[in-house]
């Protein structure tokens, strides 16, 4: 039996809008829900694989939300905004930055992004250091 000890979490394959780079590697906040990052990351446990999606504040670099599953859905994303907006209660404007995969494109991400008032951003194609802050 052979153990991966590599699992891709971005597919950025897919035909969903991107954004703009806006937070272009700017990974300082002079203050709290300025700059959020997000990502997903993945857990070997005994039962095989589990994926984390969380959502880190730039400026105490806090973990403000996260969600766990077993499969790297739109849903575990959602639910990772999710509770970051009910904890931070975040005002308008506030930059929401990930990578490309097709989870953070999806209409349901964006769409949330919008009714939270927020300004999507996105990494540069098959740029990891766009995202560095929450991918170390």
């Known amino acids: 039996c052979t153990v991966k000890k590599y ?3 971005t597919n950025s394959k897919h035909h969903h ?3 703009e780079n806006v937070l272009n590697r700017q990974f300082k906040a002079s203050k709290p829900n300025e700059f959020w990052v997000t990502d ?3 857990i070997p446990t005994n ?3 589990l994926y984390l999606a969380t959502v880190m504040d730039l400026y105490s670099r806090k973990i403000v ?3 766990m599953g077993k499969n790297m859905t739109k ?3 959602i639910s990772a905004l999710k509770m970051a907006y009910k904890r931070q209660k975040p005002g308008k404007g506030l930059v929401h930055h990930s990578d490309r995969g097709v989870q953070y494109a999806s209409c349901e991400y964006q769409n949330l992004l919008k009714k939270y008032n927020m300004t999507g951003s996105m990494s540069r194609k098959g740029n990891c250091y766009d ?3 929450i991918e170390s």
Do not use: F, M, R
């Open 40 to 42: 997903i990351t993945y």
């Open 75 to 77: 849903e575990l994303v």
């Open 47 to 49: 039962e095989g694989w």
């Open 7 to 9: 699992k891709a979490t």
């Open 131 to 133: 995202n560095a802050c």
């Open 65 to 67: 939300g996260w969600a």
């Open 17 to 19: 809008p991107v954004s």
